[in-house]
């Protein structure tokens, strides 16, 4: 346009976007090498992560008074192909005599032989001061290298799984980032077919990434945040996909603004100004869900919250400042070979003239798409409406209440096959006993309760000084361990008291990890409650953390995601200005989270064969799914409310869905393909939220967003956008072919049309 003062100088022109770029080139530079130094910072030991108010939260807060040393026990299961001779016994012996040499291991228990004489036990106490997993391999790589031909050792207990977990995260800092990268590329160059703005759009995210990284590390060495693998990959997926995302929706405006003949400042401005409040209420609405988990009694959870809010505002700068300045650069040439040279005219004419004459040519998938909606609105939505509620069925066959330790790493797993081992030979809970903190005049008592339970092998107490070899000695973490009846008066000194404190370890018959151990540990804690009244006795342990964790995170996902609903509902409202068209958007997002993880349910049961989800995957499903499906009808909405201010609510509903259809569908494809990315990392926890999500944006993009919004929006008309004035507005209904086009209210020129899309940045 001609005769404006406020165009900035040619110098302020370049030098913004140039300033621009720098200072992310800068921030990108910095953080970029601390990729590889997540490790120094994050941990994925399992006693980070426990609800504050729990039982084994409190045991495991003051086990290293009663051990004498902060520890995670390892065992070691070493067998023969049959009885084990005295000869073997002794190159046993020689062969772990060196396990202590290795940094980290403190003292090891004496080999132990199981009662058929196929094989020992070692329990090895290796310290959380240092890296654990290190400590493990090097423990496993010594025992491969001593032990002579025909013996055949695994490491397992608690430290061993803590190392398997650790291993299946190794691929998160390239193999995750690689995939995810990778997919979004081929995506974009298939849809815009330039070989230069994929690039520019994936150094949008990659740098988002590498500032947010960068705060990230710096929170969490302050030990602000708690980071472990798990936060990792999801930050990286959810930063990468949310900010191509937003930048897609730059990118569809700025081609838009620049195919209309605009230079490079005012297009970038004019798509600046289109962009900005979808983009922002987007980025708001998935902040606004995340730190919802800050709700959660689990550590992790509180973890996620603010770590990938910083993620997504990252992200959300970054779409909105160098984006633009690097189209504001490079210009049209961002899109070659296939520069936009000029429109067809408004979008939705197009949609509006299709409806109005089915004799017209139809000219593009969402073009056909909104004749459709038009026509046939209602049984659209209600098919639709029907498809997903048949698909959300499958929820009843999820088992979403915990998984046992042993089955969170896919593949191999070293600590899951010398479990069973394990097992085979001693008792199953071996190495990952219970943990039972009882005042000192209350032992024999708590001894009773332990020797009536079902499903405990042994009952000893804890004694830090006392030489091993003792009539009912037995060595547990490096601390001797005196069984409380067994030994003649005198022969054990009395079991260490902390603050009038004695600690019990029992030794359970079943698999620390398994459903009889844990049914086990809730039998203790009533038969405690009732005979030792409240509170007296604190019950800890591996088993205990599996059943504290899970009970926390089925009351948190109780908790969370009704006021996630309500959060986002109330920012829907403000940015739609009503109340129907918000609650409308809400039913759609839970119907496909329904769907998603009914789907996703039948799918891990017959085609994956999964022993069960985490409570925590539908909660994360849940976050993830209805604040990034939101993000699509923000897209959707925005647009339809811009367009029905000018044109009606029924024309405007087909304009915003012809407009939004190609980069809402690019969108949902990005972000499906970076979510499917986790499914590389071999945790069962990410492999189930990587389809459930990827499946549910897919559910979202092509069904709920296309389909059930739009033809519902469509047949209840104005009234989605009551109380505003919309509501109330005299233009409504776009013309069908039975009627002619009323004069005056949805026929504008071609001309007026494109000036007044281009001056308020509106457009695809």
């Known amino acids: 346009m001609t005769g404006r003062t406020d165009t900035p100088t040619r110098w302020l022109r370049i030098g913004i976007p140039v300033l621009l770029v720098l200072i992310w080139l800068v921030g990108g530079t910095i953080g970029g090498p601390y990729f590889g130094k997540v490790d120094e910072v ?341 098919i639709s409406t029907v498809v997903l509620l048949a698909a959300s069925v499958g929820v009843l066959q999820l088992k979403a209440d915990g998984v046992p330790q042993s089955d969170l790493v896919l593949g191999a797993s070293q600590a899951r096959d010398g479990q069973d081992v394990l097992a085979q030979h001693f008792a199953a809970g071996s190495g990952s006993p219970a943990y039972v903190i009882v005042p000192e ?63 019990l370890v029992a030794t359970l018959s079943d698999e620390a990890d398994s459903l009889a151990a844990e049914q086990t540990v809730r039998g203790l804690r009533t038969a405690f409650a009732s005979d030792l009244g409240e509170g007296v006795t604190f019950v800890g342990g591996p088993t205990a953390i599996d059943v504290d964790t899970n009970d926390t995170s089925i009351r948190d996902r109780t908790l969370i995601i009704p006021v996630i609903l309500a959060v986002i509902l109330v920012i829907l409202m403000l940015l739609l200005r009503a109340v129907v068209a918000p609650v409308l958007l809400i039913l759609s997002v839970i119907l496909s989270f329904g769907a998603a993880l009914g789907v996703s349910s039948l799918v891990f049961d017959n085609l994956f064969t999964f022993p069960g989800a985490d409570p925590a995957v539908p909660l994360y499903g849940f976050v993830f799914l209805v604040a990034l499906g939101v993000d699509y009808n923000i897209f959707l909405m925005s647009r339809v409310r811009e367009e029905s201010k000018r044109h009606g609510t029924r024309p405007g509903i087909l304009r915003g869905l012809v407009a939004t259809g190609g980069v809402i569908t690019s969108a949902g494809l990005v972000l499906a393909a970076t979510f499917a990315a986790l499914g590389v990392i071999p945790i069962l926890f990410l492999a189930q939220l990587a389809f459930i999500v990827a499946f549910g944006v897919l559910l979202d993009t092509f069904v709920v967003r296309s389909l059930l919004v739009p033809a519902a929006a469509y047949d209840l008309g104005r009234v989605i956008w009551w109380p505003s004035r919309l509501a109330r507005a005299e233009v409504d209904a776009v013309p069908h072919s039975s009627h002619p086009v009323p004069a005056g209210t949805t026929r504008r020129s071609r001309r007026q049309n494109r000036d007044e899309s281009e001056e308020l940045g509106t457009g695809q």
């Open 42 to 382: 994050a941990t994925n030991d399992q006693s980070s992560f426990l609800p504050s108010s729990a039982e084994s939260t409190q045991v495991q807060k003051r086990l290293a008074e009663f051990t004498g040393g902060e520890s995670i026990p390892a065992v070691v299961v070493i067998t023969g192909d049959g009885v084990l001779t005295a000869a073997q016994l002794g190159e046993i012996g020689e062969a772990t005599t060196t396990l202590s040499s290795i940094e980290g291991v403190g003292q090891i228990s004496p080999a132990i032989p199981s009662e058929d004489g196929q094989a020992v036990q070692l329990f090895v106490p290796i310290s959380t001061g240092g890296d654990v997993a290190e400590t493990v391999t090097a423990l496993r790589e010594r025992l491969e290298s001593d032990l002579p031909a025909g013996l055949h050792a695994w490491v397992t207990g608690a430290a061993g799984f803590t190392a398997d977990l650790v291993a299946g995260f190794l691929g998160i800092d390239g193999l995750l980032l690689a995939v995810a990268l990778g997919a979004v590329f081929i995506i974009l160059v298939i849809v815009y077919r330039s070989p230069l703005l994929p690039i520019l759009v994936l150094l949008t995210s990659t740098f988002a990434l590498c500032v947010a990284l960068l705060t990230v590390w710096w929170l969490a060495k302050a030990g602000i945040f708690v980071l472990n693998g798990q936060v990792q990959g999801i930050l990286f997926i959810l930063v990468i996909g949310a900010a191509t995302d937003y930048a897609l929706l730059y990118v569809a405006r700025f081609r838009e603004a620049i195919g209309a003949g605009r230079k490079r400042w005012d297009a970038a401005t004019i798509a600046w100004r289109g962009a900005f409040e979808p983009i922002i209420a987007s980025g708001g609405t998935v902040i606004a869900g995340l730190l919802c988990l800050l709700l959660s009694d689990l550590a992790s959870n509180r973890a996620l919250g603010p770590i990938a809010s910083i993620g997504i505002a990252f992200a959300v700068l970054s779409a909105l400042t160098f984006l633009p300045a690097l189209l504001a650069i490079f210009g049209r040439a961002a899109f070659w070979p296939f520069i936009p040279r000029g429109t067809d005219g408004d979008p939705g004419d197009n949609a509006e003239r299709l409806v109005a004459d089915p004799s017209l040519p139809v000219r593009g998938f969402w073009a056909r798409q909104a004749r459709l909606i038009a026509r046939h609105a209602r049984p659209v939505w209600i």
């Open 441 to 503: 005049g209350r032992v024999a008592d708590a001894v009773t309760v332990l020797d009536t339970a079902s499903g405990i092998e042994s009952v000893a107490a804890v004694a830090k000084d006392t030489a091993s070899g003792q009539i009912g000695v037995t060595v547990d973490a490096g601390a001797p361990v005196y069984t409380v009846a067994g030994p003649p008066a005198g022969a054990a000194p009395k079991p260490t008291v902390v603050d009038g404190d004695v600690l």
